[in-house]
């Protein structure tokens, strides 16, 4: 790769390497605290290799977070109805720890994630069910599913811990898309 990140496919040994990183550390550590040394140091690589495939630890996430939601949007959603399209969202979060934690920290620090969660083409299929259905912001309704979902996963073992058991993640899913699912007008028959 000839000097800067191509965000849509970096596939050279270190800049994956650095990608990897960014999800191993920010699984426990949010974004303010982690500095591209840190980040450069857990990939194995020096920092001035790091700041040769991204200009900054921004453009780092930002390309961590394409590649996760790439990897959460291979999920398809080839329904109509809102029940299975959301538990097809919330399945693929679950699956993909990282992304619901790295956007949760992004939220908490202030950033603005709306682009990555509505340019997401999962998002972009759950706002379509919505659509059909009728509606009124069928993008605000699937942000804030998406955003629900990543909470529930992201403070899920929190929640755990305080009440001393392990929840049921299948229950969790389906009470979650039946609760998601109520919010959408029924079709006319």
Same mark, same amino acid.
């Given at each position: 790769?000839?000097?800067?990140?191509? =965000?849509?496919?970096?596939?050279?040994?270190?800049?994956?390497?650095?990608?990897?990183?960014?999800? =191993?550390?920010?699984?426990?550590?949010?974004?303010?605290?982690?500095?591209?040394?840190?980040? %450069?140091?857990?990939?194995?690589?020096? /920092?001035?290799?790091?700041?040769?495939?991204?200009?900054?630890?921004?453009?780092?996430?930002? &390309?961590?977070?394409? @590649?996760?939601?790439? =990897?959460?949007?291979?999920?398809?959603?080839?329904?109509?109805?809102?029940?299975? +399209? /959301?538990?097809? /969202?919330?399945?693929?979060?679950?699956?993909?720890? %990282?992304?619901?934690?790295? &956007?949760?920290?992004? !939220?908490?620090?202030?950033?603005?994630?709306?682009? &990555?969660?509505?340019?997401?083409? /999962?998002?972009?299929? !759950?706002?379509?069910?919505?659509?059909?259905?009728?509606?009124?912001?069928?993008?605000?309704?699937?942000?804030?599913?998406?955003? !629900?979902?990543?909470?529930?996963?992201?403070?899920?073992?929190?929640?755990?811990?305080?009440?001393?058991?392990?929840?049921?993640?299948? @229950?969790?899913?389906?009470?979650?898309?039946?609760?998601?699912?109520?919010?959408?007008?029924?079709? +006319?028959?």
């Amino acid at each position: 790769m000839n000097g800067r990140s191509n =965000r849509s496919s970096v596939t050279e040994p270190a800049a994956v390497s650095l990608l990897d990183a960014v999800e =191993r550390i920010f699984m426990n550590e949010p974004p303010s605290t982690v500095s591209m040394r840190m980040i %450069a140091t857990e990939a194995g690589c020096s /920092l001035g290799l790091a700041y040769n495939y991204f200009t900054s630890k921004d453009e780092l996430i930002g &390309v961590a977070l394409d @590649r996760m939601a790439e =990897r959460i949007a291979a999920v398809a959603i080839s329904t109509e109805d809102p029940r299975e +399209a /959301l538990l097809a /969202l919330l399945d693929s979060m679950r699956a993909d720890a %990282a992304f619901p934690r790295l &956007v949760t920290w992004l !939220v908490l620090e202030g950033h603005d994630v709306s682009t &990555v969660m509505s340019g997401h083409p /999962l998002m972009q299929s !759950v706002a379509a069910v919505a659509a059909a259905r009728g509606a009124q912001d069928p993008t605000s309704v699937a942000m804030t599913m998406g955003l !629900v979902a990543i909470g529930t996963f992201t403070y899920s073992e929190m929640l755990n811990r305080a009440v001393g058991r392990q929840s049921d993640d299948g @229950r969790l899913l389906e009470s979650a898309a039946d609760m998601f699912a109520s919010w959408f007008p029924q079709p +006319a028959d």
